[in-house]
């Protein structure tokens, strides 16, 4: 009885640390990690690509973290995952979907980032999808279909130029303008072979204008310099002569303004200067006024003047 028990107790402690074992290697087959502090970070990628809840987190190859949620938000997808440390974690932090190597299934790879600055943990971690293998394969249908028709379209071109090289008339067309681009070859060598003196003697030419007129210019040019300068001043000078001729017409329009103001009211006003041109009264009575006094005087000058002078008092 008591081996019968022995035997059942050992098998009991058997079974006990091989439930434990099981359950160690199902948390650690499934990503799961057990650690003491942990910290939930979110990601956000353009797809999940793949990705589901319990897939590690890695960082720089190490496993760190799993992932809690996969969810979409704005037109992208939303990942939650816990991590046991972001000590290491900068502020240009950056995640990306990949294989796992053994299994085939996919994993969070995060590059720290190395900026001065350290990782808002609140922020989210931006991240991208690697292509995969159906990716690829995807594409790869995609360049072959393209390839399909680049192929058709080159075979149609082959059949044109074909079609082409089998006309005779393009052929001999074909032939006679070259012969005839030679012939015009020809007729240019033998045109510069006749006239290569000439042509050098020109260039010679050329170039002996050309350093005479350097050799001029470096004679000249103080003088130049000094024309400019003075057509400088003279333009500087002239503009002055502008400026006052303007002040000076402004001033005579202002005196011309005022003169006209004064006959204005020379014309149309009560004065003396308005009586005497325009009151033909006043005008006579002056006249008159004038006569008198040339009589007087021709009077005076003829017979003097008599002046019966008393001094003292009147008798």
Same mark, same amino acid.
């Given at each position: 009885?008591?081996?019968?028990?022995?035997?059942?107790?050992?098998?009991?402690?058997?079974?006990?640390?091989?439930?434990?074992?099981?359950?160690?290697?199902?948390?650690?087959?499934?990503?799961?990690?057990?650690?003491?502090?942990?910290?939930?970070?979110?990601?956000?990628?353009?797809?999940?690509?793949?990705?589901?809840?319990?897939?590690?987190?890695?960082?720089?190859?190490?496993?760190?973290?799993?992932?809690?949620?996969?969810?979409?938000?704005?037109?992208?997808?939303?990942?939650?995952?816990?991590?046991?440390?972001?000590?290491?974690?900068?502020?240009?932090?950056?995640?990306?979907?990949?294989?796992? /190597?053994?299994?085939?299934?996919?994993?969070? /790879?995060?590059?720290?980032?190395?900026?001065?600055?350290?990782?808002?943990?609140?922020? /989210?971690?931006?991240?991208?999808?690697?292509?995969?293998?159906?990716?690829?394969?995807?594409?790869?249908?995609?360049?072959?279909?393209?390839?399909?028709?680049?192929?058709?379209?080159?075979?149609?071109?082959?059949?044109?130029?074909?079609?082409?090289?089998?006309?005779?008339?393009?052929?001999?067309?074909?032939?006679?303008?070259?012969?005839?681009?030679?012939?015009?070859?020809?007729?240019?060598?033998?045109?510069?072979?006749?006239?290569?003196?000439?042509?050098?003697?020109?260039?010679?030419?050329?170039?002996?204008?050309?350093?005479?007129?350097?050799?001029?210019?470096?004679?000249?040019?103080?003088?130049?310099?000094?024309?400019?300068?003075?057509?400088?001043?003279?333009?500087?000078?002239?503009?002055?002569?502008?400026?006052?001729?303007?002040?000076?017409?402004?001033?005579?329009?202002?005196?011309?303004?005022?003169?006209?103001?004064?006959?204005?009211?020379?014309?149309?006003?009560?004065?003396?200067?308005?009586?005497?041109?325009?009151?033909?009264?006043?005008?006579?009575?002056?006249?008159?006024?004038?006569?008198?006094?040339?009589?007087?005087?021709?009077?005076?000058?003829?017979?003097?003047?008599?002046?019966?002078?008393?001094?003292?008092?009147?008798?």
């Amino acid at each position: 009885m008591k081996d019968i028990k022995k035997i059942e107790l050992k098998v009991g402690i058997v079974s006990f640390f091989a439930t434990i074992l099981l359950i160690l290697g199902i948390i650690l087959g499934r990503g799961y990690k057990v650690s003491v502090s942990t910290q939930t970070i979110k990601l956000r990628f353009p797809n999940s690509g793949g990705l589901q809840v319990g897939s590690p987190v890695v960082v720089n190859g190490v496993k760190r973290g799993t992932v809690s949620t996969i969810e979409n938000n704005d037109g992208t997808v939303l990942v939650t995952a816990t991590i046991d440390n972001v000590d290491d974690f900068r502020k240009d932090v950056k995640a990306r979907i990949t294989i796992l /190597e053994v299994t085939g299934g996919k994993k969070v /790879e995060i590059s720290p980032g190395s900026s001065q600055e350290p990782f808002d943990i609140t922020k /989210e971690i931006p991240g991208e999808t690697a292509a995969d293998f159906s990716n690829i394969v995807s594409d790869l249908g995609i360049i072959l279909l393209d390839a399909k028709e680049t192929l058709k379209r080159l075979d149609t071109t082959l059949t044109s130029t074909n079609k082409l090289l089998s006309d005779k008339n393009f052929i001999a067309n074909t032939k006679e303008a070259m012969e005839n681009a030679n012939q015009s070859l020809l007729i240019t060598r033998q045109i510069l072979e006749l006239n290569q003196a000439n042509i050098n003697q020109t260039l010679k030419s050329l170039k002996d204008i050309t350093s005479q007129l350097v050799k001029d210019y470096a004679r000249y040019e103080p003088k130049i310099n000094r024309l400019v300068d003075k057509l400088d001043s003279l333009s500087t000078q002239t503009s002055i002569i502008l400026q006052n001729g303007k002040t000076t017409i402004k001033s005579l329009d202002t005196t011309l303004s005022e003169i006209n103001q004064i006959l204005f009211e020379i014309k149309n006003g009560e004065n003396l200067a308005n009586k005497l041109l325009y009151d033909r009264k006043l005008a006579q009575r002056i006249d008159s006024t004038i006569t008198n006094i040339s009589n007087f005087i021709n009077t005076i000058q003829k017979y003097g003047v008599n002046v019966n002078l008393r001094l003292g008092t009147r008798p």
